[in-house]
């Protein structure tokens, strides 16, 4: 990696805590080992509002060059983290989310059921993960390796073509 790149990890769930944020520990532990600096961690609350709030926190801030969300992206009633993330983009980036339901369907077909989005607000990629720590560490497996190359486009340090 020839810039060190920025990380900030939302958590978003009505019952977790900092002591069994589970998914996000491995989020952190995946980063951290690619050589990205986990900046910022953050759990919210399954409300929309509270979602786009701290989004648009992050992104605009300028600090960070990617947020990782965790959890709110299944079918229940209370799953808003892609409506959230969707109403506060600049451009919406589905191939990302598109290849994560496509690479982890190989494993199980719950993940079709994923309602995850990506895309881009203020120069920083918003990728949404599933809540659970096996699903996140299998969707990071398949973001990986042009999670960098992605992150140089939008910062104008590479053209489209991987080199």
Same mark, same amino acid.
């Given at each position: 990696? #020839?810039?060190?790149?920025?990380?900030? @990890?939302?958590? @978003?769930?009505?019952?977790? $805590?900092?002591?069994?944020?589970?998914?996000? #520990?491995?989020?952190?532990?995946?980063m951290?080992?690619?050589?990205?600096?986990?900046?910022?961690?953050?759990?919210?609350?399954?409300?929309k509002?509270?979602?786009? $709030?701290?989004?648009?926190?992050?992104? =605009? $801030?300028?600090?960070? =060059? %990617?947020?990782?969300?965790?959890?709110?992206?299944? %079918?229940?009633?209370r =799953?808003?983290?892609?409506?959230?993330?969707?109403?506060?983009?600049?451009?919406?980036?589905?191939?990302?989310? /598109?290849?994560?339901?496509?690479?982890? +369907?190989?494993?199980?077909?719950? &993940?079709?059921?994923?309602? &995850?989005?990506?895309?881009?607000?203020?120069?920083?990629?918003?990728?949404? %993960?599933?809540? $659970?720590?096996?699903?996140?560490?299998?969707? %990071? /497996?398949?973001?990986?390796?042009? +999670?960098?190359?992605? +992150?140089?486009?939008?910062?104008?340090?590479?053209?489209?073509?991987?080199?």
């Amino acid at each position: 990696m #020839d810039k060190e790149f920025t990380a900030a @990890i939302l958590t @978003i769930s009505d019952s977790r $805590s900092e002591k069994n944020d589970l998914s996000g #520990d491995v989020i952190q532990s995946v980063m951290m080992m690619e050589g990205f600096k986990v900046k910022s961690r953050s759990i919210v609350i399954d409300e929309k509002e509270s979602i786009e $709030s701290q989004l648009i926190e992050w992104s =605009d $801030s300028g600090n960070f =060059d %990617l947020i990782l969300t965790t959890g709110g992206t299944g %079918l229940g009633n209370r =799953d808003v983290t892609p409506e959230a993330t969707l109403s506060i983009l600049d451009v919406e980036v589905p191939g990302i989310s /598109e290849a994560m339901r496509y690479q982890t +369907l190989k494993k199980t077909p719950l &993940s079709m059921l994923s309602r &995850s989005i990506t895309g881009i607000r203020s120069g920083c990629l918003i990728i949404n %993960l599933p809540g $659970s720590p096996k699903a996140v560490t299998e969707c %990071l /497996e398949v973001v990986i390796p042009v +999670l960098c190359h992605g +992150l140089d486009m939008i910062n104008g340090r590479r053209g489209q073509h991987i080199q």
